[in-house]
């Protein structure tokens, strides 16, 4: 099936911004409902934002108004922009993608460290 892949994480400041991408090797990425999770260490895994095919988006509270997530069927790609970072957004942040918005059949990226430190 879908095979995802993330890029983009990394070290930065904060106040600083980062951009995550996930690429996915399937045909048919406009039927996934796609999402970005997080997990800091000790915490458990949890939703960050999503994005239905038809470009319908939500976002956890903690990131509403520094985030934005988008996605480019075309490319088979999705994207998280990250501003404003603050410390508290440290974590591996995974891709996730769910055929037709069924989360008990969604498939993850390897995920991509993403530390925000001075």
């Known amino acids: 099936q879908v095979q995802l892949v993330e890029s983009g994480g990394g070290l930065v400041q904060p106040g600083g911004s980062l951009t995550l991408s996930c690429t996915a090797s399937?045909?048919?990425?406009?039927?996934?409902?796609m999402g970005w999770y997080r997990q800091a260490p000790g915490k458990a895994r949890e939703l960050v934002a999503s994005i239905t095919g038809k470009g319908t988006t939500n976002y956890a509270d903690s990131v509403k108004g520094r985030f934005t997530i988008s996605r480019d069927n075309a490319k088979n790609t999705m994207y998280l922009q990250m501003d404003s970072l603050k410390p508290e957004d440290t974590a591996v942040y995974y891709c996730?993608?769910?055929?037709?918005?069924?989360?008990?059949?969604?498939?993850w990226g390897q995920g991509t460290q993403v530390t925000v430190s001075s």
């Open positions: 996730n993608a769910a055929p037709g918005g069924i989360t008990e059949l969604s498939r």
């Open positions: 399937g045909r048919n990425f406009q039927i996934y409902a």
